[in-house]
């Protein structure tokens, strides 16, 4: 069983960065494939980035490519999603998501572990 809990979220002007981070319980973190969705009300959740278990291959919504960055970090069990250039469609509920596996997941139904989710408002 793994818990992930997200941190990060908040209010910031179109333009402006946030960095979330996911932090996962467990002793084999390095083992897990890990994603980042997000869900804006009344929309269906949809995915944002992932990367491989040792985060070396990443995979990008493409409307954030270029702008975010996911990046996971195996000795504190944590992954991040840095955003730059911000827009105000890009506000939504974040999660993170984990499996463990070798493979780079972008499908909600792929992963097995959710985080209760931060919030990202972006103000025009």
């Known amino acids: 069983q793994v818990q992930l809990v997200e941190s990060g979220g908040g209010l910031v002007q179109a333009g402006g960065s946030l960095r979330l981070s996911c932090t996962a319980s467990?002793?084999?973190?390095?083992?897990?494939?890990m994603g980042w969705f997000r869900q804006a009300p009344g929309k269906v959740r949809e995915f944002v980035a992932a990367c491989s278990s040792s985060g070396g291959i990443t995979r990008y919504l493409g409307s954030v490519e270029g702008r975010f960055t996911i990046s996971k970090d195996n000795a504190i069990n944590t992954v991040y999603l840095q955003m730059n250039s911000l827009r105000p469609e890009d506000t939504a509920e974040y999660y993170c998501?984990?499996?463990?596996?070798?493979?780079?997941?972008?499908?909600?139904?792929?992963?097995?572990?959710w985080g209760q989710g931060t919030r990202v408002t972006v103000s025009s």
């Open positions: 998501a984990a499996r463990r596996t070798a493979l780079v997941l972008t499908t909600p139904n792929s992963y097995d572990y």
């Open positions: 467990g002793r084999t973190f390095s083992t897990y494939a």
